[in-house]
């Protein structure tokens, strides 16, 4: 309302805020973000300073990016369950990679 008390004809035009948590974050208790700090992933996919938005609710599909932790140190990987099976490695799925926030140089 304008303070004639009509509302403003903008008012049809003016656009919602963005709320980055409703587009990044559907389960907030199981969410969390980390920023690569270091290494990348051999597809390039994930370089140091990009941001990972993590849900540890979401059940991976095949080849998707996630945390694992692996020989106690939490490692960006692809899911491949049937590889881990032959691997020396220790493998322990930590949470599922939704999405990823490149920055930019």
């Not at 004639?4 to 008012?11: C, E, L, R």
């Not at 969410?31 to 993590?54: H, N, R, W, Y």
């Not at 490692?75 to 032959?86: E, L």
């Amino acid at each position: 309302m304008t303070p004639t008390g009509f509302p403003s004809p903008a008012k049809d035009y003016m656009e919602k805020s963005l709320d980055l948590n409703s587009k990044f974050i559907k389960n907030p208790i199981s969410t969390f973000i980390m920023k690569v700090k270091t290494g990348s992933t051999a597809d390039g996919q994930i370089s140091p300073g990009d941001v990972l938005i993590i849900d540890r609710s979401v059940m991976p599909k095949e080849g998707s990016p996630i945390i694992a932790i692996m020989d106690d140190e939490l490692k960006i990987v692809y899911y491949h369950p049937k590889k881990w099976v032959h691997t020396q490695h220790t493998v322990e799925m930590w949470g599922t990679i939704t999405f990823i926030i490149h920055t930019v140089d």
